[in-house]
Each structure stands twice: as C-alpha cells, then as structure tokens.
C-alpha cells in the first residue's frame, strides 16, 4: 500500500547573528530515530553557496510513528526548498502559504482522516519539522534545499556544514556522501578541509570538484571547506540575474577588504564603552562582561583613543576625556573593570549623554559607542522616546552605536531605535550562555579593525532602486560587505566606492555588467527579497508592526519562496497513511505470538530447528539462611563497612558475568546480522553453533550458573534483547525485589540452555526442592535466635565503645588549651 505523508509547515525567524553547528537527528516521543544514509551536494558559486541535503530514515518499529525532523542552518540562509519522500519513492514537495492559511490545511487534512504536521524555529538557526508518519517498516527521505553567502576573510573563503552525527545516535550510516563544485570569478588556489579527507580535483575551466564518500561510517565532526582566491586590494564580486526582460533585474555586490593590512591602512577611532552594572547584572554575568570588556581594551589599535562608563543608579565615568592608547592606560582600564560590581538600578539616559560627552569634533577620526544592558531603564528619565530623541539630538558627532542587549528582559525597541538611527546595529545574546563572553569577543573582533569609513557608492549610468542595506556599514578587517538591490535596464556601468581612511579619501572602481536577461544566478533574487523583507521585519520591531509593512513581508515571501513569522511552507498528500499505535502492535504481536516461539514473523534461517522444544524446569535446593553480624555497627563509624555480605556479593558477581555474556552475544549476532541478508531474529539450538562456526564466537559461551537459560524478547535483528530466565538483563536485572509475575512473564517463550546446549520452551521454572529437618527448623527460628543472642551484645559493646572513643576525641582539644593555660599562667608567677 502506498504510504503517504502531509508535510510540513516551517517558520523561520530571521535574527541576527551566527548559530552553533549541530547535526541533523529525527525524535519522537520514545526517542531518537536514527538516519541511516546523507547525500549532500553543495553548489558554490562566488562564494553563494546551495546545499542540497538528503536525509534517509528508517522506522523498524510494528507501529506508526510521528518524528520530528531538527537541522541547524545559518541564521541569515534561506531554506528554498523542502520535500518528504516515502519508501516507495512518492515525493511530497512544500510551498509557501500565509500562517492561517497553512494553518487550516492542517486542520482540514486532520478532520479528513490525514496526517497533519506542523513544523516551527525551536531556536535561532534551528528549524524543527514534524512529519506526518513513518510507518511500520518504511523508509522516509528527507530533501532540504538552502542557500547562503559564505564567510570571507582575507582572501579566504569557508564552508561549514552541519555533520556531527555521532553527538546524537550511535549506528552508524551506511553511506555518507559529500560533493561540492567550486566556481569563482576570481582565481581559486587551493581546496582544502582541516575536518575530513577529501578529493579534490581542478577541472580545466577553472572549476574545483570535491568528493567525500564513506560507508559503514559515523560522523563525529563537522564538515569544514576552505578555499583560497586571488584578489586585488577590495575584492569584489558582482552578480546579476534577470529572468523577465519586462521586468527589473537583480543585483547583488560583494566587497572584502585586502588581506594584508599594516597599521598605516587602519583608521584612527575613538571609541567608548558603557556598561551595565545594575543589579540584575550580578554573579556570573557580570564576570563574563568584565573579562570581554578587558578583552576590548587589550585589542584596542595603537591609533585609537578610548573611554569607558559604567552605570547602575549612578554613572561612573572612567576618565573625564579620551586617552590614547598606551600600555599604561591600558593597565589602569584593567583596573577599573576589574573592580565593578554589580548593584542599584539601571539609569540608561545618564549613561549614554555621559558617553556622548567624551567625544570631541577631531577631524579624521571614526567615531564608535559600545552599549551593554541587560534590562530596561529604571533609574532616571526612562521614557524610551525621551531617550532615543535627547541621544539623536545630542550625537552631533555622529557617533556610530552599537547596542549590545544581555538576557530576555532588555528593552528590543529601545535598543533597536538606538541602533538604526545611529548607523549601527543591535546585537542580543541569551542570558542563559554559557559563553557570553566569547560572543562578546567574536562581535567585538568584526569591528575592532576598521579600514574604510563612511562611505558611499556612485552607480554610474546604471539606474537602480531598493537597494540594501540602505546604510553603508563600515568596511571592517576580515568581514565583507554585501549589497543588493533592482536595476531597470542592462548596461555595462562603472560604479565607484568611495570612503575615508584619516581623512583621505579612497575610491575604488567596480566594472559592472547588468544583464539584459538572464537565468542565471537565480538565487539573487530571493537574496534581495529576503534583505528588503529583513528590513521591513526590523522596521516592524523598532516602530510597531503595521498592516501594508506585513502585507508587504507575505507578498514578499509568497512570491519568492522563503519563510517568515507571518507565512509557512505546507504540502499535503493525498493518500492516508495506515495508522497503528504502539498499543495496537503490541496487542497485534501477543495475539500473533505462539507458546513456542516469539517471532514467528521473522525470516527463517537455514537450519534452525522447526520442531518443538522440551519444557525446562531448574531445580534448586532452599538455601538455610546465613548468620550476619549486624551487632558490628555500633563500632561506628566503620563497623557497617568492615562487615560485608559475601554471600550477596558473590550473587551479583554471577549476574553480572551472566550480562557480560548477553552483551557478548548479542554484539556476535549484531556482526553476523551485518554479513548476511538471512539474519538471527531469536535464539534457537543453531545460534550459537552457527556464531561459533562462523568466527564471531571464539568458543561456545560458558554460563555464570549452570542454570542459565538465554532467551530473546523482539526481533533481534531490529530492537530485541536477549535475557537470561536466571538473571534477566541489564536493563531489567532479577533479583530478591524483582515482582515474581515479571519473572514469570519473562519466562514464557522460547529458551537456550546453556549449560545442556539445548532450546527449551512453553515455560522455564524454577521449583525449590530438598529442604532437610534441620534447614526448616534453622530457616524458622533458630537462625533468627542465635542472631540476636550474637548479636546484641556485640551491639551494645561496640555503642559503648564508640561513645568512649568519641569522648577521648573530643576532649583532645580541651587538654591542650588547658596545657597552654598553665603554661602561661607559670611564666607570669
């Protein structure tokens, strides 16, 4: 019967900022479901990236399950893509609807008997998708198309993909895959991964293919790209595509700065930090702020002039002017940051007109605010349009802000207004880090070295519109500005960057081609429409949502095919996918399974034995019971532990001999199951003579007890265990606390006897038998008489002797200041 899915409603929340790498993995609601084959392909092509990711799942379950697919992308790519293909290849592929709309198709198709999925972002970077259902036996492959721009610096290009399968499951996969095709206007150098061993060959156009293939193999790390490209001092790299000649063109400009700098290319800065040091600041945020704010002054450039405010209730100013830096400035900021703490309230309006205060009208000089907060203001003028409008007022220097928010109670409009009106951007990091400090580093780091200063892009004879962002960012060290937009008409231009560097100003020429038409490069435009609908969501965040900016944000998305807060992807099947519970199938295989064998569905192996087996009864004799010597813990502290219970002892040591032998079969038939396509599904009279022909046994397994019986529970070729009729298993280990209807339960089926080497069934039982006069009368009364008359006395004495020795101890002290008395109280008569 065809099995069918719906599929999938994803919502992507575009923030800032970069993700942490983890690996794709599939869970529901008993666990992790492991993937047992990755195809990826990845299109570079300068430096856009599309990865094209296949992921193959199996469900070896009797019953239906509904798992969720969990893949981390970065934050700022665009899923193009995604599709569900079942085991019989019928392929279910998304589209893009408004929230409520795709919410309805959900609803609709779980009224008409289909199965609904829902999908939303769990965390920034990460998107989780429910499928439908996986039946039982079935396969599902998933396909997750997205597209991003891949980091540059200094000349250097990096891709990195998610590949850390290991951290979430441990079978391994049976295939692994990566191809990736390199093209470049600029020259590519070299090709190589630090992460994994690649092939990688340079096509005569000037192409790089890479391949990476292994199988039987497990990923424990993430798969990581580098390439080299040969560049001029502004590298650039310029891309146009135009699908309809009626309609305006797409753009997309990159520019990277030189790889080599010396400190004459840096631009001289004045920058102030202010932190928060209010109250809520305290413990181990406040000591992750001060060691990244240290880590800002040690990486201040020899050219920069610097200041720095702290503030709570109060503001506290630093110094009252800029210093240069110097070693000995550097010591004393050390100084100061070191000794903030955190306490009071939170006077935002003080502390920035304090910092705007420290900037002078140098000529030559950029100009950079650093803001920290974790809360809102409370302290002072607090209205947030009071503050915003004395800041703007006041930054005639035009100081460029960044606003830095800690934890989830930072005022975002605030902050974001700050930031936009200012030339700057907003950065938030979650209070719940465990490494504030290095994000603040890494962000630090992207603006500590600025190399081009305001500037500005003539477009020559080209007529363009929308362009993003709408204000130029400074050229930073090691970053790279990307700028999109829409053309009217295909010319050839000549477009001229502009900008400052001490007052010098730099201009670099970009030869441009606007294409008249052309299907390449498709991709730019959906990287356009993404950056307006960016822009459009953080108008929206700073000034209020309204209806024409969302309007304007769906059509966006419905027309070129990415997700936002506001729409969906949603694909939906046709056909029901037979539905059976985890209680349905475990009803199903009681009702199916005969007193003689327990997987009477499983494949059948040659020579297994078909007739049936002899009922096996163990026969043990009642043991009389032991004396103990309880009375031995009144020598406390360490009579309990001189004490031990060797009987007790020497029983879990043959239990645990007994589960060294399961793990030993069962990691045997693991090996043979892998080897043949006729696998071991239960345990018989031939597995273990067949294991030990076989080489996967070094000889016949030798039992902890002469009684021990193994037997399976669930195929073993999938998720069965074997357990001893004896001792059970590690996960359900029998003992004196075990319910004997459990025991009894597990006893029934099919077992190998290991100490007679042969398959016993219908019911293994344990009778206890031989019980002399003597052990009866012992076992009743006499052995609970002869404990006490032992071992009260022994307790009594053993009380008494503790308290003494305690007393002799506690006294020590005592004595030796009363020494120490009369010793003094001598040399003064």
Known sequence: MKKAFIFCIITMLFVLGSMPAEAAYLVYQNGTLPMVR?????????????????????????????PNIRFPIHEKASVQQFSLTDSEGNVFAGTIEESNKATQV?????????????????????????IGAIGPKSHATVMIEYSEILTYSRGNVSYLLPFNVKQYQEPNLETSAISVTITDQKEISTVVSLSHDIYAEKAENGTWNVVFEKNNYLPAGDFRLNYDVKAEALATNFLTTRPEAGQDGYFMLMLSPAEIISAEDIAMRDIVFVVDTSGSMSGRKMEQTKRAFDFFVKRLNENDRFGIVAFSSQVNTWMPEL?????????????????????????????????????????????????????????????????????????????????????????????????????????????????????????????????????????????????????????????????????????????????????????????????????????????????????????????????????????????YQFATPFTSFVAVSTTPVPQVSQQAAARNNARNEPSSARNTSAMARPGASSGSAPTRTIVRRTEAKSLSLWGATGFLPIGALAVPNFRKARQQARGK?????????????????????????????????????????????VPA????????????????????????????????????????????????????????????????????????????????????????????????FSLYLMYAILSVPFKIIGGIIALFSGKES
């Open 38 to 66: 990755q195809k990826v392909k990845v299109d570079i092509n300068n430096q856009v990236a599309v990865t094209r990711l296949e992921m193959s799942f199996y469900n070896p379950n009797d019953y239906t399950i509904q």
């Open 106 to 130: 959900f609803n609709e198709a779980k009224a008409e008997g289909m199965m609904p999925a829902m999908a939303v972002q769990k965390q920034p970077g990460i998107f989780e998708t429910s």
């Open 323 to 559: 210093l240069p830096v110097s070693d000995e400035n550097r010591k004393v900021a050390g100084a100061f940051i070191e000794m903030l703490y955190a306490s009071g309230g939170t006077n935002i309006y003080g502390s920035l007109q304090a910092a705007l205060k420290l900037f002078d009208q140098s000529e030559g000089r950029t100009r950079t605010l650093v803001f920290l907060t974790d809360g809102e203001a409370s302290t002072g003028i607090t209205d947030s349009n009071t503050i915003v409008r004395d800041f703007n007022a006041a930054n005639t220097a035009q100081v460029r802000t960044f606003t830095l928010g800690v934890g989830s109670s930072v005022n975002t409009v605030l902050l974001n207004k700050i930031a936009v009106e200012n030339r700057g951007e907003a950065l938030y990091l979650s209070e719940n880090s465990q490494n504030i400090d290095q994000e603040l580093m890494a962000f630090y780091e992207s603006i500590s070295t600025p190399l081009l200063v305001d500037l500005a892009l003539d477009w020559g004879n080209a007529e363009v519109s929308d362009v993003f962002p709408k204000t130029l960012p400074n050229i930073y060290q090691g970053t790279q500005l990307v700028i999109t937009g829409r053309y009217k008409k295909g010319v050839s231009a000549d477009i001229t960057l502009t900008g400052f560097l001490n007052t010098v100003k730099q201009s670099f020429p970009v030869k441009a081609v606007f294409a008249e038409e052309s299907n390449e490069n498709l991709f730019v435009s959906r990287f356009w429409a993404k950056a307006k609908a960016d822009d459009l969501m953080l108008q929206m965040q700073t000034y209020g949502q309204k209806p024409e900016l969302k309007d304007e944000v769906i059509a966006l998305s419905k027309k």
């Open 657 to 701: 001999a007994c589960f060294a032998n399961q793990r030993v079969l069962m990691g045997a038939i693991e090996m043979y199951n892998m080897d043949h396509n006729e696998m071991i599904t239960e345990m018989n009279d031939h597995v273990i003579d067949d294991l030990v022909q076989g080489k996967y046994l070094k000889a016949h397994i």
């Open 705 to 800: 007890e002469q009684d021990c019986c193994f037997g399976s529970t669930g195929p073993l070729n999938q998720d069965g265990v074997i357990i001893c009729a004896v001792h059970g298993c590690p996960d359900m280990p029998f003992d004196a606390n075990t319910d004997p209807a459990v025991k009894e339960q597990v006893r029934m089926g099919k077992f190998y006897d290991l100490g007679n080497g042969g398959v016993v069934s219908g019911h293994v039982e344990i009778r206890y038998e031989g019980e002399t006069w003597f052990t009866r009368i012992w076992n009743s009364w006499l052995a609970d008489v002869l404990n006490l008359l032992i071992n009260v006395p022994l307790f009594i004495i053993g009380l008494v």
